[in-house]
């Protein structure tokens, strides 16, 4: 059986993961949430701030002549965080190679 995407709820984040090529969640969930946990540190501002959402993976715009509009980069290239800063949500692009933050425009797709 294969998942289209799977939502983990947490205490205080909640986890979507999204199918990136056939059986991709199964196979790969173990490394995902060993990798998670790897770069928890990271995630979390140096332990300061859980954001309330981490979507895995990113999918990249290939613009309007590309066989696929919108292809996966990978599992474990980039994340998006969703954190709160009062009333505000902002969301920032983890670099999991580099284990840095980067504020980008993003346009989500339904």
Do not use: N
Request: charged residues 25%.
């Amino acid at each position: 059986m294969d998942i289209a995407e799977l939502s983990l709820h947490f205490k205080d984040t909640t986890i979507i993961i999204t199918k990136i090529y056939e059986f991709s969640i199964p196979e790969q969930l173990t490394q995902i949430i060993s990798v998670l946990s790897e770069h928890f540190v990271h995630i979390t501002k140096g332990m300061t701030e859980m954001p309330y959402e981490i979507f895995i993976p990113i999918f990249e715009d290939k613009g309007q002549f590309s066989r696929a509009l919108h292809e996966p980069i990978g599992y474990f290239d980039f994340w998006v965080l969703y954190f709160e800063e009062g009333e505000e949500h902002h969301d920032l692009i983890y670099c999991l190679r580099d284990k840095t933050l980067h504020q980008e425009k993003l346009f989500l797709l339904d």
